[in-house]
């Protein structure tokens, strides 16, 4: 008889999805981040841990968008790096492109690297304020050992053009730009290595909401020129509909949904996908006299001390006795459409 090994069988399952037949790019498994808190004598006892990502699934297409949503400390920025490789998982799996990559090192590592980069909210901290654009772009090529000088420059210029920024100001420094500028700047620099993959981590978060738009038109535009697969941060709900293909919705280092964004945003599940949802405006004036907001008792509870069963119950309208006892699953309730709470399933 022929046997398959089962490992066989589920790096096959890994690279392409049975419902969609679309590629899977990157497929995220009980991904966990804690942060060690430590004490006593120089700091050698572990007391706690901030759970920072507290198990955490799910899996990106080749091409799309997953937008990853939810309020400020959910643990957003922490799943972007931890996928990127940036911190080590406490414990789960990343693969990309079906590869395993928590456990790599060296020249593996770093040939991953390149297919992966991050973009960050914030361009005036995260662009090195004494060196020049030119230099701030090309860095990458030259931590990396490509081409010679000549072809570094001639790569920078076309990055720079790329992001539609003039390669003549390639000797100025990023004070010279607005917020919108240095965003193109960090993007070029992220290009650089030609990545598959990008997490943008509230990119237009620090902008004015003037230029935000045409860093998404910009965004959108790399995704079609370069086949660009995107993980999209932002800590709230208004921007990502049109960007996004689906949403991931976050809360206290949990996955609380995920669905396709029209689905997300006609028909959200979640108690708190409500709330988020509840406080964008809606563009019919008709329908934004009507829209109520539901308002969130309280806080974030502390990624320290998360509450026992659901980690939403502390502040959700809806909870019955079951989410103060038992931490809801992440299911399928419609098609594409998954949802962790007690009171849908
Ligand atoms: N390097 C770190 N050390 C300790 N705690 C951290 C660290 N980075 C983030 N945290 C904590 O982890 C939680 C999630 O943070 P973060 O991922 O930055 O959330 P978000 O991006 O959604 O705002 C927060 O409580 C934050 O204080
Ligand atoms: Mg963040």
């Not at 419902?19 to 004598?41: A, C, Q």
């Not at 091409?63 to 643990?75: D, I, R």
């Not at 090195?128 to 772009?137: A, D, E, L, T, W």
């Not at 997490?199 to 620090?206: M, Y």
Request: glycine share 6%; with cysteine; charged share 25%.
């Amino acid at each position: 008889m022929n046997q398959v090994a089962p490992d066989t069988l589920s790096e096959h399952a890994g690279a392409t999805s049975s419902e969609t037949g679309r590629e899977i790019i990157l497929e995220v498994t009980d991904l966990k981040k804690y942060f060690p808190i430590k004490s006593g004598v120089l700091f050698q006892r572990e007391v706690a841990a901030v759970k920072a990502v507290d198990g955490v699934s799910f899996k990106i297409f080749q091409g799309e968008t997953l937008g990853l949503v939810g309020e400020s400390g959910c643990g957003k920025s922490t799943t972007g790096r931890t996928i990127l490789q940036l911190y080590r998982a406490t414990s789960g799996s990343v693969k990309f492109r079906g590869q395993e990559i928590t456990s790599l090192k060296g020249t593996s590592m770093r040939k991953m690297r390149r297919e992966m980069q991050m973009v960050f909210q914030d361009p005036y901290a995260s662009l090195n304020p004494r060196m020049s654009v030119g230099r701030i772009v090309g860095e990458p090529l030259v931590v990396h050992n490509i081409g010679t000088k000549k072809e570094r420059e001639e790569r920078v210029a076309e990055l720079l053009k790329l992001v539609g920024l003039n390669p003549y100001f390639v000797n100025r420094y990023p004070h010279e730009f607005s917020g919108g500028q240095r965003q193109r700047i960090g993007l070029a620099r992220s290009l650089a290595l030609n990545p598959s993959f990008i997490v943008a981590d509230e990119p237009i978060s620090a902008l004015d909401v003037s230029i935000q738009a045409q860093v998404v038109n910009l965004l959108e535009q790399l995704q079609d020129d370069l086949g660009l697969t995107y993980l999209f941060i932002a800590h709230d709900l208004s921007m990502v509909r049109h960007l996004c293909d689906r949403v991931a919705v976050m809360y206290l280092g949990k996955i609380v949904e995920i669905a396709e964004s029209e689905e997300l945003y006609t028909n959200p599940l979640h108690p708190y996908t409500q709330a988020l949802l509840s406080a964008v405006p809606v563009p019919d004036p008709v329908v934004e006299e009507q829209r109520q907001r539901i308002i969130l008792k309280g806080d974030v509870p502390s990624p320290i001390n998360p509450p026992i069963g659901c980690n939403f119950n502390t502040r959700c309208p809806v909870a019955v006795d079951v989410c103060h006892e038992e931490d809801p699953k992440l299911e399928e309730v419609l098609p594409s459409h998954w949802v962790a709470c007690h009171r849908v399933v």
